[in-house]
């Protein structure tokens, strides 16, 4: 039997039960390989450890032809936006259970290829249960393991940092300084979109700054100060966009800071630990925003639950290396938390966004006019000219003299 044999027919079955049989070009599956890196002092050469691996992924440009080409399309087009995890009989790997996410795009060409459509759609292999069993209100069950991990690492904030001597002190003071006017200085803006987190968020500011100038500076206070100014600003009106520049800056200071984590000594292990709780609260603050933010689109929130593992990710790299160079016990229980919260607010994200409008594109085969093109898309012109307009970036020719044939448009359905 030669591999010609072996090549099944490419199909999926949406989570309703809709099969669509199709043809294909070439193929492609993709995964990602987790792991940390440690560099040791005075050794040469990085130790990897492999911590397993994402699901993998099938990128595909599915074509539809036939005399029903048209209806077999729509038809497909429909079953990808049903929630839930269909399956995926790919023509070499076998049938794997899939979620598709991203873009979705559509093409046709009336012209020159008539009678086909073409998708470029990804598939996401998917494990069965995507949080853990028992789970009925993402929400609560969020809000609630951001509050657990809080005091977690609060705890450990407490339990580790030592400031025995006057200099580990003043050392303490000057890095929690440059840490609360940093956060302040991020989230600001995200705060003033709401006139009474705005001002709660001040207080806590002024609160800080004059003890922490004052030299007044208690560890169990300092940490419920620093969370309080760290998610304040997360309950704003912001829009996701905005939150996820402000805190992904906190984290960038923090785990770019110099000097940290190259000697084991107490301001060394000072300096570490408060980097490490602000990280993990501008984190928290993040996963808070995923239930006071607004999302539109699913694209939207399928890149916001991205952004929180990839920023979860991140922090969690950091943490690891350092914890093994200054010989910190790390004893696991905010670890799992972490992960736990991270899983939460990704799985909310995902179930949000299935209820939300998918990301469509097709290629303008003739020129149109933006306002026959919004009445064909979206049925009406007054409520979402303005979008159509944002949401491809438009420029002044193309609203004023048309789009041209080649051009491609995203509308939401």
Same mark, same amino acid.
């Not at 249960?129 to 609630?144: D, H, I, Y």
């Not at 002190?169 to 940093?182: L, P």
């Not at 999302?295 to 922090?315: C, H, L, N, W």
């Given at each position: 039997?030669? /591999? ?31 792991? @940390? ?19 993998? $992924?099938? &990128?595909?440009?599915?074509?539809? *032809?036939? %005399? ?9 087009? !429909? ?6 995890? #269909?399956?995926?009989?790919? &023509?070499?790997?076998?049938?794997? *259970?899939?979620? &598709?996410? #991203?873009?979705?795009?559509?093409? !046709? ?21 995507? =949080? ?8 609560? @069950?969020?809000? @609630?393991?951001? @509050? ?5 690492? +609060? ?13 580990? =002190? ?34 806590? =500011?002024? #609160?800080?700054?004059? $003890? ?5 500076? %208690? &560890? ?11 998610? #304040?600003?997360?309950? $704003? ?15 960038? =200071? ?8 190259? +000697? ?13 709780? +602000? ?27 991205? $952004?929180?593992? !990839? ?6 790299? /950091? ?72 949401? *491809? ?21």
């Amino acid at each position: 039997m030669s /591999w010609q044999d072996r090549v099944k027919t490419a199909a999926y079955t949406s989570p309703g039960g809709v099969r669509t049989e199709f043809t294909f070009e070439a193929l492609r599956r993709e995964l990602n390989l987790r792991g @940390s890196q440690y560099n040791f002092i005075d050794e040469q050469g990085t130790y990897i450890q492999g911590t397993g691996s994402s699901g993998r $992924s099938f &990128p595909f440009n599915v074509i539809i *032809n036939g %005399t029903d080409y048209d209806i077999d399309a729509e038809v497909f087009f !429909e079953s990808l936006r049903e929630p839930g995890t #269909g399956t995926l009989e790919h &023509p070499l790997y076998g049938t794997v *259970n899939v979620v &598709p996410l #991203g873009t979705v795009v559509q093409l !046709e060409n009336l012209v020159s290829n008539a009678n086909q459509a073409v998708f470029q759609v990804t598939f996401w292999e998917s494990i069965t249960e995507l =949080f853990p069993s028992g789970v009925t209100n993402l929400t609560s @069950s969020l809000l @609630s393991g951001v @509050s657990e991990f809080a005091t977690t690492v +609060t705890n450990s904030f407490v339990d580790i940092l030592n400031f025995d001597t006057q200099i580990e =002190f003043i050392t303490i003071i000057n890095h929690a300084i440059d840490v609360t006017n940093t956060v302040y200085g991020a989230l600001t803006e995200i705060a003033s979109t709401g006139a009474n987190i705005f001002d709660a968020f001040e207080d806590v =500011f002024d #609160g800080m700054k004059s $003890s922490l100038l004052s030299n007044e500076f %208690t &560890p169990t206070t300092f940490a419920g100060q620093l969370i309080a100014l760290t998610h #304040g600003p997360a309950k $704003s009106k912001s829009d996701w966009d905005a939150k996820q520049e402000g805190y992904q800056a906190i984290v960038n =200071f923090v785990l770019t800071m110099d000097d940290v984590a190259e +000697t084991r000594d107490s301001r060394s292990v000072n300096d570490f630990i408060l980097n490490d709780l +602000t990280a993990t609260v501008s984190l928290t603050g993040l996963i808070i925003s995923t239930v006071t933010t607004t999302f539109v689109t699913r694209s939207e929130a399928i890149t916001a639950a991205q $952004s929180i593992i !990839e920023m979860g990710d991140q922090i969690n790299t /950091w943490r690891e290396t350092n914890y093994e160079n200054l010989d910190v016990t790390d004893t696991g229980e905010s670890y799992q938390q972490w992960q736990e919260a991270v899983a939460l607010a990704a799985a909310y994200l995902v179930d949000v966004g299935f209820s939300l409008a998918q990301e469509r594109i097709i290629l303008l085969d003739r020129p149109r006019s933006i306002i026959d093109l919004s009445a064909e898309l979206y049925g009406e012109v007054e409520n979402r000219l303005d979008f159509l307009i944002s949401s *491809n970036d438009m420029t002044g020719d193309e609203i004023i003299e048309g789009l041209q044939p080649g051009r491609q448009v995203k509308y939401y359905v």
